[in-house]
């Protein structure tokens, strides 16, 4: 079974940056694919954006892109996610999840979650 433990989460002014790790108890090698959700308070949980293990192709949310970067270190085991520019907007719990080949995202795995508040 694959832990994934999220950090870097806290409290920044707008405009302030954060970058966000995810480090995995196994090799993310065996993914297909890993991502960054996130979920405001009163809000459904929604995509961030997600990078393609092997191939590096990365997508992105709209409201994240040229503002998020998404990378990961397989030598670390470790996903990350620079956040700059950050708005009030970005406030949320931000979640790591790994793409197993053959699942789906929620069949897959998720860590606990990262607390991210932006303050106006």
């Known amino acids: 079974q694959v832990q994934l433990v999220e950090s870097g989460g806290g409290l920044v002014q707008a405009g302030g940056s954060l970058r966000l790790s995810c480090a995995a108890s196994g090799s993310i090698g065996s993914f297909y694919a890993m991502a960054w959700h996130r979920q405001a308070p009163g809000k459904q949980r929604e995509f961030v954006a997600f990078i393609i293990i092997s191939g590096s192709d990365t997508n992105y949310a709209d409201s994240v892109k040229g503002r998020f970067t998404i990378s990961r270190d397989n030598a670390k085991n470790t996903l990350y996610l620079q956040m700059n520019s950050l708005k009030p907007e970005d406030t949320g719990v931000y979640y790591c999840?790994?793409?197993?080949?053959?699942?789906?995202?929620?069949?897959?795995?998720w860590g606990q979650g990262t607390q991210v508040t932006v303050s106006s």
């Open positions: 999840s790994a793409k197993p080949p053959g699942r789906n995202w929620e069949n897959g795995y």
